[in-house]
């Protein structure tokens, strides 16, 4: 291997996915439904009424998927575990059978060489704690750590990285503000308190880790650099409330101990006053810290709009993705940067990274996708930026090993470096794929060559 390559030996080349999304099966073995499984029957809900019901069959098809990391060099996966799978009613009882299926899954991908990054909640709440008031219930942190709990002991002997909670932001927004992800509530004065009970199960459970495990754990943010869509006044505050919203929102708790003060603005009455303990509290020192990125938003003040008064610019010279997102590399550039500055010293991951497009099936059955390459070049080579600017980052995470479930929009967008053919769940390596292999194999080189060019 070259001397000259950009990334060190021990950069952590992966992809990610999680539970509800490729499982299927949700309900095999004695597990219990959780809200995605709950909010995907409920008619309407998902894009084309689809469910997780099968998904990418990977509860039964782990192996070959294992096999097909394998083939692609990758030495990372990050996935995450299905709550109820294990505790059928978030609490109390344990299903043997749920957690075999993790034990399972983590021995083959050490026997292929790839080190599991394994996250605690990605999304898939019991449905059962849902009933009893959700992340908006005190005791739900409780219930988080007795869970974190069950898995450290079973598998932190095998699980060197572990993640608590995967993009709270998300949860809270899209689960308790805007209600278009589980469990659809609308309710501005709920969505503080979910994000004050996540953020103190994140908080209990690394406490909880540092007593019984041995390796390292963190937590996983989504973040999108925000810039001003002109110089005025107006301009520069909306900016500043939609980057304190979506960028600061959790990490200033987390990494600094207060919330940042435009969310009282934001919220008004409905922004309770958290006791300082528990802000003390919620300040663990972390391991690391996961970064996913997307895009970026261009703001502007815009007067009415609930709750920021803010909206986003389209840039109709770029290009964007099948979900309409901008895309802009430089972004994941400068969003590390501000954590490294902001936050840090502190190991980085780029935990997610990826872009759902068209990809349209060709007659020989190859799935050509070169905007997707394209975007994954352009992206690995803003993360080398920011390391040659002084960022430590250790590994990348390409979001995602296989077209999935996404969310709302069900199997409508395909973020896939395999593609799934959902009728016979034949999986076909995408030429982004390749060229993912291509730039492992040589450490980075392939981002370098001019062959990469385009
Ligand atoms: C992230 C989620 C992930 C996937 C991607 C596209 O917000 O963590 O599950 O849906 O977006």
């Known amino acids: 291997m070259s001397d000259f390559s950009p990334f060190p030996a021990d950069f952590l080349w ?18 219990g439904p959780s809200i995605w499984h709950e ?37 990372a996966y990050r996935f995450s575990v299905s709550w109820s799978r294990v505790l059928p009613e978030g609490r109390g009882r344990v299903n043997r059978r749920g957690l075999d299926f993790y034990e399972r899954l983590v021995d083959a991908l050490l026997e292929c060489g790839i080190q599991p990054m394994l996250t605690l909640y990605h999304w898939d709440l019991p449905a059962a704690l ?28 095998r699980v060197k990285l572990w993640v608590t909670l995967n993009e709270p932001w998300v949860v809270v927004d899209g689960g308790y503000l805007y209600g ?86 934001i919220f008004g009455a409905a922004w309770p006053r958290f006791p300082d303990a528990d802000l003390d509290f919620i300040r663990q020192p972390l391991d690391f810290l996961g970064v996913n990125y997307y895009s970026r938003q261009v703001v502007r003040h815009a007067p009415g709009v609930w709750p920021l008064e803010v909206a986003g610019v389209r840039q109709d010279r770029q290009a964007h993705t099948a979900l309409d997102w901008e895309v802009y590399p430089q972004g994941l550039t400068d969003i590390l940067e501000w954590v490294a500055s902001r936050y840090g010293p502190l190991p980085l991951y780029i935990t997610e990274n ?25 992206h690995l080579r803003a993360a080398l930026a920011a390391m040659r600017n002084g ?8 979001w995602s090993l296989l077209d ?19 009728a016979t769940q034949q999986r076909t390596l995408k030429a982004s794929a390749r060229f993912y292999a291509e730039v492992i194999r040589a450490r980075g080189a392939a981002l370098l060559a001019d062959g990469a060019e385009g």
């Open 39 to 75: 909010f995907a029957h409920t008619p309407g809900r998902v894009c084309n009424d689809d469910t997780g019901d099968v998904a990418c069959d990977h509860y039964h098809r782990y192996r070959e998927d294992t096999e097909l990391m394998r083939t692609l060099g990758l030495n």
């Open 180 to 265: 278009v992800l589980a469990p659809g509530q609308r309710n501005p004065y709920a969505a503080p308190i979910a994000t004050h009970n996540l953020l103190r199960a994140h908080a209990t459970a690394v406490q909880a880790y540092r007593a019984v495990g041995r390796h390292q754990i963190g937590l996983v943010v989504n973040l999108e650099p925000k810039y001003p869509a002109s110089e005025t006044v107006e301009d520069l505050n909306a900016t500043l409330r939609a980057d304190a919203y979506f960028n600061r929102h959790y990490l200033d708790p987390v990494c600094l101990g207060s919330y940042p003060p435009e969310l009282a603005e």
């Open 14 to 31: 992966g992809a990610a996915t999680s539970a509800y999304q490729i499982e299927g099966s949700p309900l095999a073995d004695g597990a």
């Open 354 to 378: 990826g872009a759902a497009f068209y990809d349209p099936p060709q007659a020989d059955s190859a799935v050509d996708d070169p905007l997707r390459q394209r975007y994954l070049r352009d």
């Open 130 to 157: 849902d009933r009893l008031g959700g992340w908006l219930n005190p005791n739900s942190a409780d219930w988080f750590v007795t869970y974190a709990g069950i898995l450290f002991r079973a598998l932190d002997d």
């Open 391 to 398: 960022v430590d980052l250790r590994g990348y995470f390409a």
């Open 404 to 422: 999935n479930f996404e969310w709302a929009y069900g199997y409508s967008k395909r973020f896939g470096l395999i593609h799934v053919d959902y």
